[in-house]
Protein backbone atom coordinates (compact mmCIF):
# COMPACT_ATOMS: atom_id res chain seq x y z
CA UNK A 1 0.00 0.00 0.00
CA UNK A 2 1.58 3.79 -1.04
CA UNK A 3 1.43 5.88 1.63
CA UNK A 4 0.91 9.73 0.35
CA UNK A 5 3.06 12.30 2.33
CA UNK A 6 1.38 14.51 4.32
CA UNK A 7 0.45 18.34 3.03
CA UNK A 8 2.80 20.81 3.78
CA UNK A 9 2.06 22.94 7.06
CA UNK A 10 0.15 26.49 6.10
CA UNK A 11 2.94 28.74 7.17
CA UNK A 12 1.52 31.25 9.54
CA UNK A 13 4.80 33.26 10.45
CA UNK A 14 5.29 34.66 7.22
CA UNK A 15 5.60 38.76 7.65
CA UNK A 16 3.36 40.62 6.54
CA UNK A 17 3.80 42.72 3.34
CA UNK A 18 0.83 44.71 2.99
CA UNK A 19 1.76 48.76 1.65
CA UNK A 20 1.35 50.69 4.82
CA UNK A 21 -1.51 53.32 5.18
CA UNK A 22 -1.14 56.85 3.18
CA UNK A 23 1.79 55.09 1.56
CA UNK A 24 4.04 55.47 4.74
CA UNK A 25 3.03 58.76 5.87
CA UNK A 26 3.09 58.95 9.71
CA UNK A 27 3.01 61.23 12.43
CA UNK A 28 5.89 59.67 14.14
CA UNK A 29 8.34 60.18 11.22
CA UNK A 30 6.92 63.63 11.11
CA UNK A 31 8.30 64.27 14.75
CA UNK A 32 11.93 63.32 14.28
CA UNK A 33 12.04 65.15 10.96
CA UNK A 34 11.03 67.73 13.04
CA UNK A 35 13.43 67.18 15.91
CA UNK A 36 16.32 67.09 13.46
CA UNK A 37 15.66 70.52 12.20
CA UNK A 38 15.04 72.26 14.94
CA UNK A 39 18.07 70.83 16.32
CA UNK A 40 20.49 72.57 13.68
CA UNK A 41 21.13 76.36 15.51
CA UNK A 42 22.57 77.78 11.77
CA UNK A 43 18.79 76.79 10.28
CA UNK A 44 17.18 78.17 13.69
CA UNK A 45 19.36 81.79 13.46
CA UNK A 46 18.51 82.24 9.79
CA UNK A 47 14.79 81.69 10.30
CA UNK A 48 13.70 82.95 13.51
CA UNK A 49 16.44 85.42 14.22
CA UNK A 50 17.68 87.09 11.23
CA UNK A 51 13.94 88.26 9.77
CA UNK A 52 13.03 89.76 13.80
CA UNK A 53 16.82 91.66 13.43
CA UNK A 54 16.20 92.70 9.88
CA UNK A 55 12.39 94.12 11.41
CA UNK A 56 14.12 96.27 13.98
CA UNK A 57 17.06 97.66 11.57
CA UNK A 58 14.27 98.59 8.95
CA UNK A 59 10.90 98.38 10.44
CA UNK A 60 11.00 100.78 13.85
CA UNK A 61 12.86 103.52 11.90
CA UNK A 62 9.17 103.95 10.10
CA UNK A 63 7.35 104.24 13.47
CA UNK A 64 5.14 107.59 12.44
CA UNK A 65 4.36 106.36 8.99
CA UNK A 66 1.32 105.70 7.95
CA UNK A 67 -0.24 103.79 4.53
CA UNK A 68 -2.98 105.76 2.52
CA UNK A 69 -5.39 104.05 4.74
CA UNK A 70 -4.42 105.18 7.87
CA UNK A 71 -2.32 101.65 9.27
CA UNK A 72 1.01 102.00 10.17
CA UNK A 73 3.74 101.30 7.58
CA UNK A 74 6.14 98.89 10.53
CA UNK A 75 3.13 96.83 9.84
CA UNK A 76 3.94 96.37 6.48
CA UNK A 77 7.00 95.69 6.98
CA UNK A 78 6.57 93.20 9.59
CA UNK A 79 4.29 91.25 7.24
CA UNK A 80 6.58 91.60 4.13
CA UNK A 81 9.76 90.33 6.45
CA UNK A 82 7.01 87.61 7.81
CA UNK A 83 6.66 86.42 4.19
CA UNK A 84 10.55 86.47 3.52
CA UNK A 85 10.86 84.19 7.42
CA UNK A 86 8.41 82.15 5.65
CA UNK A 87 10.41 81.91 2.57
CA UNK A 88 13.88 80.70 4.40
CA UNK A 89 12.27 78.69 6.45
CA UNK A 90 10.33 76.32 4.33
CA UNK A 91 13.50 76.27 2.18
CA UNK A 92 15.85 75.30 4.39
CA UNK A 93 13.85 72.65 5.61
CA UNK A 94 13.14 71.45 2.20
CA UNK A 95 16.65 71.73 1.25
CA UNK A 96 17.86 69.09 3.89
CA UNK A 97 17.31 65.96 1.19
CA UNK A 98 20.32 67.35 -0.14
CA UNK A 99 22.63 66.10 2.88
CA UNK A 100 20.28 63.07 2.58
CA UNK A 101 21.04 62.01 -0.94
CA UNK A 102 24.91 62.29 -0.23
CA UNK A 103 24.31 59.72 2.39
CA UNK A 104 21.91 57.74 -0.26
CA UNK A 105 19.34 57.37 1.96
CA UNK A 106 17.03 58.88 -0.45
CA UNK A 107 18.16 55.73 -2.28
CA UNK A 108 18.17 53.19 0.34
CA UNK A 109 13.95 54.58 0.39
CA UNK A 110 13.70 52.28 -2.37
CA UNK A 111 13.76 49.45 -0.87
CA UNK A 112 11.15 49.97 1.70
CA UNK A 113 7.41 50.20 0.93
CA UNK A 114 7.62 53.90 0.95
CA UNK A 115 5.72 55.88 -1.71
CA UNK A 116 7.57 58.98 -3.21
CA UNK A 117 4.51 60.69 -2.52
CA UNK A 118 4.48 59.74 1.19
CA UNK A 119 8.39 61.15 1.46
CA UNK A 120 7.48 63.98 -0.39
CA UNK A 121 4.48 64.68 2.14
CA UNK A 122 6.75 64.58 5.17
CA UNK A 123 9.51 66.88 4.04
CA UNK A 124 6.29 69.41 2.88
CA UNK A 125 4.97 68.95 6.38
CA UNK A 126 7.63 69.81 8.06
CA UNK A 127 8.86 72.96 6.17
CA UNK A 128 5.38 74.15 6.74
CA UNK A 129 5.89 73.41 10.44
CA UNK A 130 8.64 75.57 10.76
CA UNK A 131 7.83 78.29 8.41
CA UNK A 132 4.93 78.91 10.34
CA UNK A 133 7.32 78.86 13.30
CA UNK A 134 8.86 81.31 11.69
CA UNK A 135 6.28 83.60 11.09
CA UNK A 136 4.99 83.74 14.56
CA UNK A 137 8.28 84.59 16.08
CA UNK A 138 8.29 88.04 13.46
CA UNK A 139 4.91 88.90 14.46
CA UNK A 140 6.11 88.29 18.35
CA UNK A 141 8.75 90.83 17.53
CA UNK A 142 6.35 93.20 15.56
CA UNK A 143 3.65 93.31 18.62
CA UNK A 144 6.53 93.54 20.92
CA UNK A 145 8.33 96.55 18.79
CA UNK A 146 4.78 98.28 18.91
CA UNK A 147 3.01 97.19 16.26
CA UNK A 148 -1.05 97.54 16.34
CA UNK A 149 -3.48 96.42 14.08
CA UNK A 150 -6.71 94.84 13.93
CA UNK A 151 -7.14 91.18 14.49
CA UNK A 152 -8.51 89.82 11.64
CA UNK A 153 -5.47 91.61 9.75
CA UNK A 154 -2.98 89.37 12.20
CA UNK A 155 -4.93 86.36 11.36
CA UNK A 156 -5.21 86.87 7.81
CA UNK A 157 -2.05 88.11 7.02
CA UNK A 158 -0.08 85.06 8.76
CA UNK A 159 -2.72 82.54 7.16
CA UNK A 160 -1.75 84.32 3.63
CA UNK A 161 1.82 84.10 4.47
CA UNK A 162 1.60 80.82 5.59
CA UNK A 163 0.10 78.89 2.97
CA UNK A 164 1.66 80.75 0.46
CA UNK A 165 5.03 79.65 1.44
CA UNK A 166 3.91 76.17 0.30
CA UNK A 167 5.71 77.49 -3.26
CA UNK A 168 8.95 77.84 -1.89
CA UNK A 169 8.53 74.29 0.44
CA UNK A 170 8.72 72.77 -3.30
CA UNK A 171 11.25 75.13 -4.18
CA UNK A 172 13.83 73.41 -1.50
CA UNK A 173 12.98 69.94 -2.05
CA UNK A 174 13.06 70.89 -5.77
CA UNK A 175 16.78 72.40 -5.25
CA UNK A 176 17.63 69.62 -2.86
CA UNK A 177 17.04 67.21 -5.68
CA UNK A 178 19.08 69.50 -8.04
CA UNK A 179 22.00 70.73 -6.41
CA UNK A 180 24.72 68.88 -4.60
CA UNK A 181 24.86 69.13 -1.06
CA UNK A 182 27.84 70.75 -0.40
CA UNK A 183 26.57 73.61 -2.77
CA UNK A 184 22.93 73.88 -1.85
CA UNK A 185 22.86 76.80 1.04
CA UNK A 186 25.21 78.58 -1.01
CA UNK A 187 23.19 78.73 -3.57
CA UNK A 188 19.62 78.63 -2.17
CA UNK A 189 20.67 82.22 0.07
CA UNK A 190 21.45 84.41 -2.57
CA UNK A 191 18.62 83.32 -4.67
CA UNK A 192 16.30 84.08 -2.22
CA UNK A 193 18.02 87.31 -0.97
CA UNK A 194 17.45 88.79 -4.98
CA UNK A 195 14.09 87.08 -5.31
CA UNK A 196 12.69 89.13 -1.89
CA UNK A 197 14.34 92.05 -3.32
CA UNK A 198 12.69 91.80 -7.16
CA UNK A 199 9.69 90.62 -5.54
CA UNK A 200 9.08 93.51 -3.37
CA UNK A 201 9.58 91.97 0.28
CA UNK A 202 12.73 94.63 1.26
CA UNK A 203 11.36 97.56 -0.80
CA UNK A 204 7.76 98.15 -2.33
CA UNK A 205 7.43 96.83 -5.99
CA UNK A 206 5.99 99.99 -7.23
CA UNK A 207 9.67 101.82 -6.03
CA UNK A 208 11.22 99.93 -9.08
CA UNK A 209 12.08 101.05 -12.70
CA UNK A 210 9.40 100.14 -14.68
CA UNK A 211 10.92 97.16 -16.63
CA UNK A 212 11.89 95.96 -12.82
CA UNK A 213 7.97 96.26 -12.10
CA UNK A 214 7.37 94.17 -14.90
CA UNK A 215 9.68 91.74 -13.86
CA UNK A 216 8.96 91.36 -10.80
CA UNK A 217 5.52 89.86 -11.19
CA UNK A 218 6.95 86.73 -12.87
CA UNK A 219 9.01 85.99 -9.54
CA UNK A 220 7.72 83.32 -6.89
CA UNK A 221 7.58 86.34 -4.52
CA UNK A 222 5.00 88.59 -6.18
CA UNK A 223 2.02 86.55 -5.09
CA UNK A 224 2.96 85.93 -1.81
CA UNK A 225 3.54 89.26 -0.93
CA UNK A 226 0.81 90.61 -2.62
CA UNK A 227 -1.71 87.70 -1.06
CA UNK A 228 -0.26 88.55 3.17
CA UNK A 229 -0.33 92.26 2.45
CA UNK A 230 -3.99 92.53 0.95
CA UNK A 231 -5.78 92.36 4.84
CA UNK A 232 -3.01 95.35 5.72
CA UNK A 233 -3.71 97.70 2.74
CA UNK A 234 -7.08 96.68 1.30
CA UNK A 235 -5.87 96.38 -1.89
CA UNK A 236 -7.46 93.42 -3.80
CA UNK A 237 -5.87 90.38 -4.86
CA UNK A 238 -4.88 90.11 -8.22
CA UNK A 239 -6.02 87.15 -10.29
CA UNK A 240 -2.14 87.80 -12.04
CA UNK A 241 -0.94 87.25 -8.38
CA UNK A 242 -2.89 84.01 -7.64
CA UNK A 243 -2.31 82.39 -11.03
CA UNK A 244 1.58 83.37 -10.02
CA UNK A 245 1.66 81.05 -6.61
CA UNK A 246 -0.31 78.30 -8.39
CA UNK A 247 1.75 78.15 -11.52
CA UNK A 248 5.59 78.43 -9.02
CA UNK A 249 3.83 75.64 -6.98
CA UNK A 250 2.88 73.16 -9.11
CA UNK A 251 6.35 73.47 -11.15
CA UNK A 252 8.33 73.08 -8.08
CA UNK A 253 5.90 70.37 -7.03
CA UNK A 254 6.50 68.43 -9.98
CA UNK A 255 9.94 68.84 -10.44
CA UNK A 256 10.48 67.73 -7.28
CA UNK A 257 8.05 64.98 -7.82
CA UNK A 258 10.14 63.85 -11.07
CA UNK A 259 14.07 64.24 -9.00
CA UNK A 260 12.90 61.99 -6.09
CA UNK A 261 12.03 59.23 -8.37
CA UNK A 262 14.83 59.55 -11.10
CA UNK A 263 17.60 59.40 -8.03
CA UNK A 264 15.71 56.81 -5.98
CA UNK A 265 15.66 54.67 -8.95
CA UNK A 266 19.01 54.22 -9.14
CA UNK A 267 19.33 51.02 -7.22
Known amino acids: MTTLPAPAATRTDQPDRRLPALGGFSLGALRIELRRVLRNRRTLAFTLIMP ?4 LIFGLPQGDKTLDNGRPVMAYVMISLAVYAAMVAT ?3 GGAVATERALGWSRQLRLTPLR ?7 KVATAMTLGLIAIVVEFLVGAAA ?3 IPAHVWLLSGLAAWVSSLVFAAFGLFIGYLVPAENV ?4 GPVLGVLATFGGLFLPVELLSEVLQRVAKFTPVYGMGELSRAPLTGDGVSVVG ?3 MVFWALLFGIGATRLFRRDTARV
Open 52 to 55: GVFF
Open 91 to 93: TSA
Open 116 to 122: PVAYIAT
Open 146 to 148: GVR
Open 185 to 188: MQFI
Open 242 to 244: VAN
